[in-house]
Structures are given as structure tokens and as C-alpha cells.
């Protein structure tokens, strides 16, 4: 950490502060320029409160040399994680992979004669709500275990590992047979919940908060590897923006920025990001090409949707065309 | 809920919406005007989900005609909700409250110092952290159970209620002797635990999340008091913006926005949203002359702070002189 | 438009707002359902300031039933509009460019050996700035009149249409010989200029503006064709968001999004929305992934930015590079 | 400025920029610390461009020293600039003025029935819009030289000094009787209107953009200085945000802030902010709890407005009860 101090700072205080922190155990370089001094703080600098520091009257501004994340960050760990998300399938290190199936589990046939169809169209891994974070406690909330026992059953019957999400630590129980626990944005930064899924040994698909920053999300993966778990998938869905003709801004920089900054893969949901089916098969078109390990994609079968076509989900028959453009996309990069 | 549906919708499919909005046991009040036909919905359509309505390529546009929240409406309740915060402190429907403390709680003298100093200024409530949601797993996470303890004995020398931060439903049984929970902006929509808050009987301080609109707030809210526990004390604690000489931006017109829409209480809390010590009197004045039902200010004792006047906690003689400030703008209004 | 009144209205308030349409030439068709009266209003609104009536007490919401731009409205010409730039070089309607150059005209050998390098990797367009908008009134603005001179002889050299920016409408009679007018993202809605724009006979390329919604950005475009010109070019080039490892947020999904609204031409600007060149080749080919019709890029030769190979733009040889990418992923598309 | 280099860079790279930076004339100190070198730029770096310095691969960051506006800047200017805004009314240094009026000039008796009233209230300044920017080009676009004449008519009557909106300098032969020239928000970066506006000698009141930092808001206000004109007021009139109850989100932690990094005077609009009137009055006094200079109010006194009193504007009998509570607490603070 290298510390500006203000041009200005009267001895007393400068002397105080490089005083404060040889107290905390951290040896202090000192360099004095015409206009400014600059301390660079030696050791381990990771209990000071950076927010305090940059927050002191005499401080003009405090640069980090490292990024704050350890586990995460790629310059400690050059190559690629792959993850092992279950029954072989990887995803990482080349490996992409799609991840389909409907918003919420519904019903048997619901689910398996989706897992069916997506399974045939190329994707690996079957997703699918059971418990459901609402903004409303009036609105549905998901089958809740009758949900993961009916993802269970698709699983059995197709073979692919599910991902589903999870809610609250204390339900860890019943996902005993989920193959990948998502955290959703809403809980990105509920750090008991990370805390407990370090302590696991189940790949975590962890999705960007809406107005989280990657740093940010860096962070909470770095909580959760922390415990001992580093089967850490980072999933883009899309950020809260001033644009309302999209339901949110997907942030596709992310991909490549991520890539620079750590070795987890990272996945891209083009269906809640946008919010309409139309722009599904553009942008999943584009993370592709711009190097995304992974597609979570939404697909139903049911009439309500099938009604006009419109929503953020595909029909297994879309869903297909768009695998299709995916892997040719994949084949020139 | 009323329906515009597109003025080139096939009469199929508009039958078939209708249809299933009958299905649904919902009425439907047909309206057809030379360009688009209108579909009013009376009964009960709270379990439709108007996300995947407006996201129908036939419908032009979903209107709501009541708010979502009900129980936190004021339309439903017009009078202001006055909440008892424990030994006769009393927030809402005129009463203005000082909730003052330091950011974390560190020792028995340091939370007992201030708390004695803010009370002879005229704060009635003790804040202090005891579990602090950190964004590093590496940084310090708060005394824990001991913080709530030290908070405790300072209550018992001073008699004023004490606000602390929950983040995990299952450290329920350490909060007995706090007065007033608070969940934090990161946990507005852990709805897990705003669940868990609706079966007991404490007042509940919560903040609004970063990038969570009004509307969000006020369906968290509703997740609490739909459990039975009615209350809630609303907080507005800075949003995510652009802007980067503040830390987050202090939305005001929050308070009297709020106000129309909720009969419940509005506190600021200025320190967390600048980020600076010289922002907070005057935002805590500007809360104050708009309207606020009370403000939340960290207030500091110790040496690291008062070594340069800089981070957003103010000392106890600054917290009076914005104590007085403020009192005197009540006054007039 | 399709106004709603509140459940709550007087009659009397619901009849003068009738009587006020009425009076400006406006047939009302009134529609009353059990909760809401629903004003369908007949025949031009377009005088009738949305804000204003949006505004009214009495008002739940106004619903438009056909976007605000006309010329600029797919609907209404569902052919993708094709623009020549000048010796024959076509943009829309499946033609798909390459615009490069440097950032700022600097010397004519700098001008001239870049467009000969980006001209044999296939760029059919030239671009560079010669009027600079800078935030500081201190810095480089540009060699202005000498750096289109400069262009004009390139374009001489090499036969490629140029492509350079306008800050101020007195000046367009020095941007005789320039083939595509560029208007900036801070002059998006710089009404006066797009007026003038509207008067004469040259591509005008677009760029969004860094806060503004693509209605907004398609509104600019109307002002521009409803003087007369027609030859607009989209250009999305970044958004401002609170995320911060990126200089902006690039908003692909503005390329299918604006596709579907409009018949224009939509290019993408990746250099100056991530501010970082090894971000440039994921998003150029995540741009031509999801239907871009071209791609502004940067391009330098100059020792300063060759030093380090750090900044936003790239050198010809990664340019060639990139180039050849995008054309591979443009023929599966 | 100083430039942090990264710990990893090669000594070659290292010289270069150092050589480069002193052909540029600037003295370079450099400290080379543990782990990373740090270079401190002596000498006029105004030319140097930050941002390319910042992207270069080898650079850590970036820190300035001083702010780049300098004639704006209260640390050269300590002393609060009080502004005549004509007829004696001063805006700043203690001075608190209302500008008051509609939002557009529609007839002689509007304009000079509202100035009366506004003015028996206490309104020194009286605003009315001539030139409408308008983002729709078929909206009505203001009475444009015909508003500033009736504007002048209203200032003959009452002698208050007038402000309305200019859009294109080529106007300003129109502007000869108007007091104080208002640069509206999309203007707020069209630099080659600042130019001109810093040409002449009479009061810009200069909005702040609505996605624009205070930054920039500084850097354009020293734009207009630059040229020789130093009469400038500062206007904040609400940011873009993701909140939706509200049409934009009043920044009042602007006017602390923008207090303590110059001298130019501050005043705030809570009608364009929130779009509601309802919000007017709480917003109108915090604004002047928290030390603004002034406020610009909309005042109408037309039909359609009072029909139901519902929009951003006040009656004047509104505007009368807001102007004694605001004056209320001037007299606190």
C-alpha cells in the first residue's frame, strides 16, 4: 500500500500516522518529494481499514500495489481453473459449457421434458429454480424441496448434474444431490451465507450483485475460497443502468476483464439480464466471441410463454438454433 | 392491473391472454379504443407475475394500480406509525431521534464514553457494530457476540436503547438485549432473513441496499411486516451513482418521497453516505429540514480518528454542535 | 396515447382535463372500468407535453402507443437503410466497415502511414480527430482546421472516405471535404447542432451519449432527419456506470435493441468504451457476434503509446490481427 | 502529478517514459521504494494527457497533486465570490436569492402576472425559458427571441433582472437584456459555447449535467473562466439514477461539497430534480439547511397546472409559503 500524503500536512501528524502504523507492525518507506510525501507501508498491511486511511485529512490518496483478492486473482495462479461440476462435465480451461432449463421447477414432466430437450441440443448442465428470491413476499416463492427432488429425478433420468440456487445456509441439507449451488445477485454480498459455502466441498456458481462491481465480486468469490472451497464459477447477468428499454445492462467487458484479473471461469445469463428472448440468441452470440466459458440460459415448454413468444425464455426449439450459432462462434476462437 | 396490449395483436392471441387470465380467476374488463385494447384486471391478481406480462411480445405496457406493499402503505394507513424503540424512545409521527455510536464497538471504555457523551447531547439510541459486513474476508468482521455484550453494559449506565447490525437469522438468540435491529444495506433483500425478522417483536432498522430503489425498500418492508412484526424503521443511507468525490450519493428526496408512500419512519444516516466528517452537519441538517424522522451518526473517541479530523465519524464535541444545529432547524419545522 | 386517471379522481378535474385535450384538437375516447377511467386520445398529441400530463395529480401513468421518432422507426420502414460514405463504401443492410485511425490528427506522416496500414487490413474509412473535446480547457484541442487538411491528404493518398468530429456548426465549412461527420457523445443533444446537420447532405455518425437511453439517442437521430438528412449512423460507445476497472460500460445489447427499433446502421466503438487496448479484440468481435454493421477503432503509430502497449488504442499490427477475427466471425453470421 | 509504476517493470521502459516526460520539459524525482518506483512530475504537466498516462501498461496510477481547475478552485480563491446579477441582486458570500418564473414564456400576461407575484414574495431574479431544449424535435421548441422580449417587458415592470436559456452562441446578439445567461445540462460540455460565454461580461448560471461528476461540472465552469468571464453560478438540478418514484435524484451533498472545492456560488432546482411539486418545498429547504446560495423555482399560473396541481411547478401562493419556511432557516444557518 503506498500512502500520498497532502502537501501541506503539518510534521506533527504526518509523524502520528507513520507512528500509528509501526504500531500496528508495518515498517514504513518514507520519501519525500518537493511537493509531496509518500509512505509505502511494508508487511501486512491487510488489517488496516483502506477506508479509514483514505478517509484521514492529511491523506491524499492511497494506491493499492496488489488487488485485495488472493485466492482469486490470477497473477498467484496463472492457469485456468476447471471445474469439475459433476458426471465429467467441465467448465473452464476451454471447456464451455451450456446451462439450460426453465426459471422455476413446475412439475415432473415440466422438468424432465425440458432436460430432455436441452440435454439434445448440446447443454451439459440443467438448471432450474426451486427456491425463488421474490421481490414481493406475496409472489411465488418456488417448490422449495419438492423443487430439488423433482430437478433429482430429471437428473436421474437424463444424467445431468443441476444447478439450482440456494437461499439461506440452513437449507444446505436439501442440497445434498444439487451437482452446483448458485448464489443469486440479491446475495452476492451475504457474507454468512459465503462464508458456509466455503466450508463445502460443491462447485458455487456465484452471480455479480445488480450493481456490484467486479472488484466486488472478486471479493465475495474470494470469501468463499477463503473457507477452503475454490470451485468458484462467476456468472454476468447483467447490471442496473439509466436504460429502461432493457431490463438491465448486460456488462459483456466483464468476460475478458475477468479473464485478465482471475482464473475462474466465468459464465454469461443473457436471459435475465435483458429480460426479452429476442436479444437471448445476440448476446449469447457475443459472450461466446468474446470468450465466455459458459451460457446459463432459460428454456420452457409450457403455453403461457408459448402464448406469444415474448419473455426472456426460449422454447427448446430456439434454444436449439442458438446452441447451434454458439458453437460455431466457439469454433473460430 | 390494467393491460395495453399492441394495436396489431391477433384477436387469437389476445383471446388466449384473456383466457388465461380467466384461468386464473380473474376478472377481465374489456376496453377497445381505435388503436389498442385495454384489459382492466379486478380480483386478485397478486399472484401474476407482471414481469413475465409486460415481457409478452403482444403487451404494450403492464400499469399497476394500487403499489405492491400493502401492510407498509399509506394509503391503507394514513397515520404515521410511531415506534417505541424500548425504555419510552419513541421514533415517528413527530418524535426525531439522535441514534449516535462509533462504526464498530472495541472496548468497555470506548462504547461507554460515547455512549455518555452522545446521551448528554441529546441522543436517546446507541448504535455500534458488533458483526461488521466487510467486502474482504481478511479485513476484521467485528467483536461479535463480545460487542453485543459491551453494548449491553453501556445500555445499563446509560439507560438508552441500543441499535446493532444482524447478519445471520441464526444469531437471533445474541440479539435478546438489543432494542433495535438493524439489517444493512447489503442485506435489504436477504429476504431469508427478513423472513426471520417478521416472527419476533423488535423494532428493525433497515437500511436501503446501494443500488435498491424506493419501491424495493418498501416490498422489504413488506417481507417483514408480512411475518406479523410491523416495525420498521426505514433508513436511507446513500445510493450507488457516478459521482466520485462522495463515496455514494445521499438521496433526500427519499425522506418526503417516502413519506407519501408509507406511513412508517425515514432516518438519514449522512456519515455512511458521503464518506467525509465535513459533509455529515450539513446533510444532517438538510435531513432534518425535510423531514426525516431521525438521523443515525457514527461518532468516534479514539486517537486514529482524532489524529487528523478526517474519515466520516465525528467527535463528540463536533455531534453536539450538529446536535444543537439540527435541533434548531426541528424547531421551525 | 392512452392516459389513466386515478381510481380517486373528481369528476369535475376528469372533465376539465377532457375539455383542456378538446381545446387543443384532440378527440378523447373514455373508457371507464370499475377502478380507473382510461383516456384513449385521437388525432396528433404530438403537442402535448408528455412530462406535463405525466405530471398531473390526477394522472396514474401515460402509455404511448407508438415510440416518439418516426423517421428514424423501423416500423415504418422495415428496410435496414444502407449509407455511402463516400467512393462507393457502404454501411447497413449486411455491408459491415471497418472506421480506423488514429485518435488525433498529429503530422502528416503519422496520418498517412496509419491509413495505409489499416487500408491494407481491410478499413475502408479513415478516422481522426482534428477537433478535440477535451474536459479541461488547458488541454490539447486539436490542430483543428490543419488536422482535416491533414485527412483530405490521406484521403488523397489512399482513396478512404474520412470520418472526423464537429464541435460547433460555424465550422462546417471547413469540413467540406470530409465524407462522414462525426458528432460526439457530448454533443448528443446538442440540438442546435443537429439542426444544422439536418440542412446538408453528408453522413452524419451518431454517438450516443454517455447518460442517455437509446430513445434518446434515436430522438437525436429525428432531429437530424427531420431537416432532411436521412444518412445517420448509430455509434454506441459506452455508458457511464459505477463499475470502475472499466473506463465505461460498453451496452452491446444496444445493437440488437436498436436493430429492432430502428432502420440505421449501428457501429461499435470499443477503444474509447474500455479504455484499455487488450480489451479492444474481445469486444470487437463480441460487437460483429451480435450484428454490428461496423467497427470505429483506434489505431496509433507512435512511440509513446508503442513504449508501453498500454492505452486504448492499438498498433497496426494488432489491429490486422483483429480485423481478421471480426471477418471470421462475420461470415458465420 | 505523481506516477506510481508497477513493481514488474523493466528498467528500459522504465527510462523511456522517464526520457519522454523530461522532452516535455517536466523535472522528474524519482523514489524507488521496496517494490515499486514512484515518479513525481515537476514543472507544467498541464500538457501532459492523463488519461493516455494512465492506460500505459507499465503504470500503476496516476495522482494529481492539485485539481485541474484552477481559477474555480477555492484553495487559490479563498475568498467566496459574490456575483451582481444585475439591478443590485447578488448571488453568493452570504447573498441568497430566489429565481423564480415558468418554465416557458407564453404571453405578456403570464410572464408579468407570475413576476409580480413571485416578486411580492421575495424573488429577486425571474427565469422563464425563451429557447426550449427539447428532445424531440417535434415538441414545441420555446417562443425564442419573441420569450426574451416579453421577458424584458416583465423586467421593465417589476426591475428584476432576468435568466433564461441560451442554446447556440450565434443567439447572443438576442441575449442583450437578459441579466444572466442559464447554459442548461445538455450544454453543460458543448465547449464551444462555454467558449463564447467566455467572451462576454455578464452572469452564466451553469446546470450540472445529468450523468456529469461535479468534476466536470468545475472543469466546464473553468472553461468559461478560461476565456475571461469569472462570473459563474453553479447550478445542481438532480442526477440520473436507477430510482424511478423521483425523475431524477437531487445531489444536495453537491453544495457542501462543491462549497469546499471553490468559490463560485451554488444554487439548487427542486423542480427539475423531482418532477413532482409535491416534493418541492422539503427539497427547497434542505437545499438551504445545507447552505445553497439560491434557489430556482418554477412558479405557473396557468389553467391547465392548476387544474390539479400535480407537476414540478408551484402556484404562486405555493411559492409563497416555500419562500418564508426557506427563509426561516437562512436564518438558522
Not at 258 to 284: F, N, Q, R
Amino acid at each position: 500500500m503506498i500512502v500520498v500524503l497532502k502537501n501541506e500536512t503539518p510534521k506533527e501528524q504526518e509523524e502520528n500516522l507513520i507512528n500509528w502504523f509501526e504500531n500496528q507492525g508495518i515498517t514504513v518507506h518514507i520519501s519525500k518529494g518537493e511537493y509531496n510525501t509518500v509512505l509505502g507501508l511494508i508487511g501486512d498491511a491487510s488489517r488496516i481499514d483502506t477506508d479509514l486511511i483514505e478517509g484521514l485529512e492529511i491523506v491524499q490518496n492511497v494506491t493499492h500495489i496488489t488487488e485485495p483478492f488472493k485466492k482469486a486473482n490470477r497473477k498467484f495462479h496463472p492457469d485456468d481453473t476447471v471445474i469439475d461440476c459433476g458426471g465429467g462435465v467441465l467448465i473452464g480451461g476451454g471447456h464451455f459449457q451450456f446451462i439450460a432449463g426453465p426459471c422455476s421447477v413446475e412439475s415432473p414432466s415440466q422438468i424432465t421434458e425440458i432436460a430432455r430437450a436441452v440435454h439434445n441440443s448440446g447443454a451439459k448442465l440443467l438448471r432450474g429454480g426451486a427456491f425463488k428470491p421474490r421481490t414481493s413476499p406475496y409472489d411465488f416463492q418456488g417448490l422449495k424441496a419438492e423443487g430439488i427432488e423433482l430437478l433429482s429425478e430429471a437428473k436421474k433420468e437424463t444424467g445431468m448434474p443441476i444447478v439450482t440456487e440456494i437461499m439461506n445456509a440452513n437449507h444446505l441439507p436439501l442440497f445434498e444431490n444439487v451437482d452446483v449451488i448458485q448464489v443469486g445477485a440479491r446475495n452476492m454480498q451475504n457474507f454468512e451465507l459465503l462464508k458456509e459455502l466455503g466450508k463445502i466441498d460443491k462447485p458455487i456458481l456465484l452471480k455479480r450483485g445488480l450493481a456490484n462491481t467486479l472488484k466486488e465480486l472478486l471479493m465475495s468469490a474470494e470469501y468463499i475460497m477463503a473457507g477452503g472451497n475454490e470451485k468458484i464459477i462467476l456468472c454476468e447477468r447483467g447490471i442496473r443502468t439509466f436504460e429502461t428499454y432493457t431490463r438491465n445492462t448486460l456488462d459483456l467487458s466483464a468476460v475478458p476483464m475477468l479473464k485478465s484479473l482471475t482464473h475462474l471461469p466465468i459464465v454469461i445469463d443473457p436471459s435475465h439480464a435483458c429480460g426479452v428472448s429476442k436479444l437471448v440468441e445476440p448476446m449469447a452470440m457475443a459472450a461466446a466471441a468474446c470468450g465466455a466459458d459458459g451460457l446459463m440460459i432459460e428454456v420452457h415448454n409450457d403455453p403461457v410463454h408459448a402464448l406469444c413468444d415474448g419473455p426472456q425464455a426460449l422454447t427448446p426449439e430456439q434454444f436449439d438454433k442458438v446452441a447451434r450459432k454458439v458453437m460455431a462462434i466457439r469454433e473460430i476462437i
